[in-house]
């Protein structure tokens, strides 16, 4: 991955470099090719200042003038009549074509100009022609052949430099991108290693089989860069291995539940045939010790039942009829509910399909009624509602009994957690059954404090599509 982030880091500064490189080699091109312009106009309306004058002793001055500037430049100067006779020249034998053709455009009053930018590759010489005289009066030309070899000489240098502190800077750019990229992908190959270490620690696994020639891969093929398909398979295996050991654990909980009912029911008939006979003095330890053999029973149904909860969901399940299934949870209750001193109204709106089945939401009504029965206190009033949203159904309990004090409230639904002002006997799953329960299902289970200071749990399940007609 390192590779691919230095890769793009690089591209961006380089283009960075040479947008900044190339407009200031070409500015420095059109700044040396405006000097040199100015320069040689100048020189050429001097001379053509000089001809304007008709003066015998001017001439003398043009022919010296033209003689030095020849001399200091090297740079051949023509000037001539209006008729293209040479009143003075300088560096020329003749006059060649192109100098000519200068000539004819002066004469027609039509000045030449330098090029607009000098490149270390521009032509060696350019023409410079001014006409003389002024308005639309010609009464001559001049012709000055300019050498561009000193103004390329110096362009090319400073592009010599100005690549050599591009490369400079590129280079330092590079560096940086280096140790940026490798910073960038240094922590997913820290969190791979921690993450096959962890696998290492805590799970003990056989030696892997060689893979069979031919067969299918043993490691998932993944895309991308070498960390992030190396973090991946890691993930994976993790993963796998959670699940395992999730499932293990799962099963050990069922097994272990399945293999101490039979103990804890042999026990349970013992205990019954020796209290026909137990003396009236040890007839209340034997009654302690039946209530502890019938709690051990509660907690190894409530274990077979988390654990059936937390097993994975069929593919099908029919809907409940929610508001079936509350009033018939309703007056199961009813007589524990009475004799609680709880009163209990039920409103559901009719015509509620939850996408959960019948004999889960009865598990969780059963939890919940349960627990009112158990905690709630005499006086107490319980109301059960039943509301549909567009994709959901909002099923809700709520009390204003005791309530669950507010640092309790996240926990009431973890396993063996009970309430520190519970009052009663009881095993501290059942809420974690119901969640478990509403979870499998697709749904939330909160729980939270009513307005009336008790327990509300609110089961929030998808609804089940309406059934078309066949």
Do not use: K
């Amino acid at each position: 991955m390192w590779r691919r982030v230095l890769l793009v880091l690089v591209v961006y500064s380089t283009i960075a470099v040479v947008a900044l490189a190339v407009p200031l080699a070409l500015a420095l091109g059109r700044e040396r090719a405006q000097r040199l312009s100015e320069s040689r106009s100048s020189a050429a309306a001097y001379f053509a200042d000089l001809a304007a004058r008709r003066d015998p002793a001017v001439a003398v001055d043009l022919a010296q003038a033209v003689d030095r500037y020849h001399a200091l430049y090297r740079e051949p100067v023509l000037v001539v009549d209006r008729d293209g006779t040479p009143r003075a020249s300088a560096g020329l034998a003749g006059v060649p074509p192109d100098v000519g053709a200068a000539v004819s455009e002066a004469l027609r009053n039509q000045r030449s100009r330098v090029p607009e930018s000098v490149t270390p590759w521009s032509p060696a010489e350019v023409l410079v022609a001014v006409p003389v005289g002024t308005g639309t009066q010609v009464d001559g030309a001049v012709v000055l052949v300019a050498s561009t070899t000193a103004a390329a000489a110096d362009v090319g240098r400073a592009w010599w430099i100005i690549g050599g502190g591009a490369a400079a800077l590129l280079g330092v750019a590079s560096l940086i991108a280096v140790a940026l990229s490798r910073w960038t992908a240094r922590p997913l190959s820290g969190l791979s290693a921690r993450v096959a270490a962890l696998q290492d620690r805590v799970v003990d696994r056989p030696t892997a089989p060689a893979p069979v020639e031919g067969g299918p891969p043993t490691v998932e093929r993944h895309a991308g860069p070498r960390e992030v398909r190396t973090l991946a398979a890691a993930f994976d295996g993790m993963a796998r291995e959670v699940e395992a050991a999730a499932a293990a654990q799962r099963r050990f909980v069922a097994d272990s539940a399945h293999a101490l009912r039979n103990p804890l029911a042999a026990l349970r008939i013992r205990l019954d045939t020796l209290g026909m006979v137990v003396p009236e003095d040890s007839a209340a330890v034997h009654h302690r010790t039946t209530l502890e053999v019938d709690r051990l029973e509660g907690i190894v149904v409530d274990l077979l039942a988390l654990a059936t909860a937390e097993t994975r969901r069929p593919d099908a399940v029919a809907a409940a009829d929610v508001g079936a299934v509350v009033t018939e949870r309703h007056e199961f209750w009813a007589a524990a509910l009475s004799a609680a001193e709880v009163s209990a109204t039920v409103d559901v709106r009719p015509g509620l399909r939850a996408d959960l089945a019948a004999g889960d939401l009865t598990q969780v009504l059963d939890v919940l009624l349960g627990n009112v029965v158990q905690h709630a206190g005499p006086g107490t009033r319980v109301e059960v509602t039943g509301r549909g949203e567009a994709a959901h159904v909002l099923l809700t309990v709520e009390d204003d009994g005791r309530g669950v004090p507010e640092p309790d409230l996240p926990l009431v639904t973890t396993r063996f957690h009970r309430a520190t002002n519970t009052v009663g006997q009881g095993t501290g799953l059942g809420m974690s059954i119901a969640r478990a329960l509403t979870e499998r299902a697709g749904g939330r289970f909160e729980v939270g404090t009513g307005p009336a200071g008790g327990l509300r749990v609110t089961l929030r399940v998808p609804r089940a599509r309406p059934e078309g007609p066949s």
